[in-house]
Structures are given as structure tokens and as C-alpha cells.
């Protein structure tokens, strides 16, 4: 009887030692790409991002991006800008690593390279490294860790636009979050239905940023 009980704890303990070194990976994966973002990304791509991004969003060009702007800059530029050359800067980062990696980076850079800014009606959050909730698009579940510990405010029934990449036993968010009034579902469901011959997804990455500030 102790062996069976000392199995199951093995495996348990085990289980949570995967679950953590896949949570970790993914924050690995992701600052690996923050710094190639930020050392070696042209600045004239940068400019011309940053003139796309004011002009979209309404700001002016000598007016100072607010911190939530600036974050929603990044998240945008890092994966959804389109270069001149007509790529993410996404896909520039894993046509340069495909000879350099193992397999196994390259699994996790699939996932990332489908990944969207989408929204999550939040129904439970048990504290502030998780919350739980409703994809309004696809009215799948989701469970969302931060491992910054960023949910602690987070409100029953809010809209919170994420990105996230999956893990074993949820998803994990990568950069910033930002959180709205769940009234903006019904303007998304709107536009989205206007757009029938596009999936949810390719939606998302088109016109995301457009409503996570509203």
C-alpha cells in the first residue's frame, strides 16, 4: 500500500515538474525572441512600424505613446507587422533558427507563429497567477497562467485581451494583457461577421489591436 501511495506522490511530483519546465520553456522561447526583436531588428523598420502603428491607432506623431499603447505597439510589431520584404518579424526569427535548433524549439515556435491577440471573458480567477475563462469567438474554455503573477485586479465578467501559447495543462501568457469592458465582445462579434470569409483566427491577427484599447 505505501508503494502504490509513494507512486502516486512520484507521479504527481512528476507531472509538476513537467508541467514547470514547460511553463519555463515557453518564457524562454519568448524572451529569446524579445532580444532578437530588440538588437536586431532594422531601425528603419522600426520607424516605419511605429509611423503604421500611430497612424492606425489615431496618435499623433510627436505625441508620447501612453504605457499601455507601448505595449500594444510591441505586441503588434513582434508578431504582426508585416516588413517591407512582406514577413513577420516572427518568421524572420525562425527562418534564421531553423538550421541553429533542435526540434523541439521548433515545435514551440509553431506555436507561437499561430498565436493571437484574442479576447478571454473572464469567469473565475483564483489568484494572481491564474484566471479562467470564455474565447467568445470559438466559446471554448480557457486557463490562462501569468507567471508574473499580473492578475490580482482582474474582475468577474471583464474582457481580457491576451496572448497566450499552450502549455501541458493550460495555456501561459506571454508579454502584457489588457483588460476592458466585456460590451466590446458584441462590437467584435459585429465586425467579425462581417468578415465571413475569414477565420477567427486570421481576423484576429488582422484587426485585433484595434479593439484592445477601446
Known amino acids: 500500500m505505501t508503494t502504490n501511495n509513494q507512486d502516486i506522490i512520484n507521479f504527481k511530483e512528476i507531472r509538476v515538474q513537467k508541467q514547470l519546465q514547460s511553463d519555463h520553456a515557453i518564457q524562454r522561447f519568448y524572451d529569446e525572441y524579445l532580444f532578437f526583436v530588440n538588437r536586431y531588428t532594422n531601425i528603419r523598420e522600426k520607424v516605419r512600424a511605429s509611423h503604421l502603428f500611430r497612424e492606425r491607432m489615431g496618435v499623433s506623431h510627436d505625441a508620447e505613446l501612453s504605457a499601455q499603447m507601448e505595449d500594444l505597439f510591441l505586441q503588434w510589431f513582434a508578431f ?65 497562467k501569468d ?53 477567427w483566427r486570421a481576423f484576429l491577427k488582422n484587426y485585433a489591436i484595434d479593439y484592445c484599447l477601446r
Request: with cysteine; glycine share 6%; aromatic share 12%.
Open 80 to 144: 504582426d507587422y508585416v516588413t517591407i520584404q512582406g514577413q513577420t518579424l516572427f518568421q524572420q526569427f525562425l527562418r534564421e533558427q531553423v538550421s541553429k535548433q533542435h526540434a523541439s524549439f521548433l515545435i514551440q515556435g509553431a506555436l507561437f507563429l499561430t498565436s493571437v491577440l484574442e479576447p478571454i471573458v473572464v469567469s473565475k480567477v483564483p489568484n494572481s497567477f491564474f484566471l479562467k475563462g470564455q474565447i467568445p469567438l470559438t466559446n471554448k474554455q480557457a486557463i490562462i
Open 147 to 199: 507567471v508574473r503573477g499580473r492578475f490580482i485586479d482582474i474582475q468577474l465578467g471583464q474582457a481580457v485581451w491576451c496572448r497566450k501559447i499552450k502549455s501541458i495543462g493550460y495555456d501561459v501568457l506571454i508579454g502584457s494583457f489588457f483588460v476592458q469592458d466585456a460590451k466590446i465582445i458584441e462590437q467584435l462579434h459585429h465586425s467579425f461577421d462581417k468578415k465571413s470569409k475569414m477565420t
